[in-house]
Every structure is written in C-alpha cells, then in structure tokens.
C-alpha cells in the first residue's frame, strides 16, 4: 500500500543549530514530492517540491530537500534554525495528479532559543 | 490579493445540525479539495472536485456533501450523520503547471469545527 512516513513525531534543535525532517514513502514508482509548513490554527504552506530533474530541491525560508530514490527519502534540511522556524511539517507525495496526495503524519519542531 | 479564504475561522455547531463551511479561490484554479486534520495525524482527504459540476469522494466521505456550481466556490457541508465532526478543516485548490507537468496544491487558512 502506499504511504509516507515521517519518523520523528517531535524534533527540538537550538536556534542557529542545522535541521534535518525526515521523510520516507513506499511508492510503486517514483512520485511527486512535497513539503509543507503549518504554524498554530493556521493553513498549509508550500515549502518546496520535486517533480523531476535535479534531485535538491531549493525552496523558501532557506529550507532545501534532497530526493534519494534509492533510499525513498525526500528529507528537508536547514543550515541554521531560526526561532520563527517552529512549527509543524509535513511530507507529502502525489503519484500522478493530486487526487491521490497523501500525507505524513506530520514533525513539529521545537527552537530552543 | 489572489488567494484561498475560508470562512468562518472558528465555527460551534449542536449536535444534530447541519453546518456549511465556505471555500473560495480566486487564482483560476480547477480543481479544489476539503481535508480534515485531527490532532497528531496527517490530512486526510474529504472530497475533491476538477471540474465544476463535478466532484469525487475522498477517503472520509461519509457524513459530509460538497456542490460545485462555480469555479471559485467549494462549499463544504457537514451532516448529522458525521459521528465526530470536530476538527480542523483545510481546503485547497490546484491547478496543472505545464511548465513543470506537475500539480501544486495551495491552502486556505482553515475553518476550527467544534460540536457542543
């Protein structure tokens, strides 16, 4: 069946310190590939995503992911955490149209100042 | 300003009513959806529509209905028959990037459903 996991449920990391969110999907072929950010009571952000071509992937608020289809891992990295990075992210994958998008359970990041 | 709102932000409901939750985009998109979030869990998918006068069942259908008589509009409605409609409620809208052959989806600030 398919599915995206996100393996860490909570993440604390020190302000200025690097980031990693992990992101891993169990797709028949290789899918369309998302990341989101979702403050308190409030909707989803586009981070970044992947449809094709060069596999790290630039995005905003200084945020970069690296897709690994040998490892079906799309992981989200920051060099340098800021406090207004705390928030809640998500992973999400689409296989061919977003009909069939589907979404991990979501990392929320604590920044401890 | 181009954008996805949806109203009202917080919405109180007794049991056994009916409640209606809006959903409006203004970035000509075609295609629109209606996601639940419970707490500690990803989205899940309520309906989606690609068209006008057109729209397909998600994973967690039951107990909820959509129209879509307009482009911009994707009204969601939340039954009695909905056992624990209590959540937080995201729509969103996409459309298809032939520049990138890929399909973006873009959301609303969300609608806080709690049943009293």
Known sequence: ?113 | DGGITQSPKYLFRKEGQNVTLSCEQNLNHDAMYWYRQDPGQGLRLIYYSQIVNDFQKGDIAEGYSVSREKKESFPLTVTSAQKNPTAFYLCASSTWDTRTSGDTQYFGPGTRLTVL
């Open chain 1, 1 to 113: 069946a398919q599915s995206v996991t996100q393996p860490d449920i909570h993440i604390t990391v020190s302000e200025g310190a690097s980031l990693e969110l992990r992101c891993n999907y169990s797709y028949g072929a290789t899918p369309y590939l998302f990341w989101y950010v979702q403050s308190p009571g409030q909707g989803l952000q586009l981070l970044l995503k992947y449809f094709s071509g060069d596999t790290l992937v630039q995005g905003i608020k200084g945020f970069e992911a690296e897709f690994k289809r040998s490892q079906s891992s799309f992981n989200l990295r920051k060099p340098s955490v800021h406090w207004s990075d705390a928030a809640e992210y998500f992973c999400a994958v689409a296989l061919y149209n977003n009909n069939d998008m589907r979404f991990g359970a979501g990392t929320r990041l604590t920044v401890k100042p």
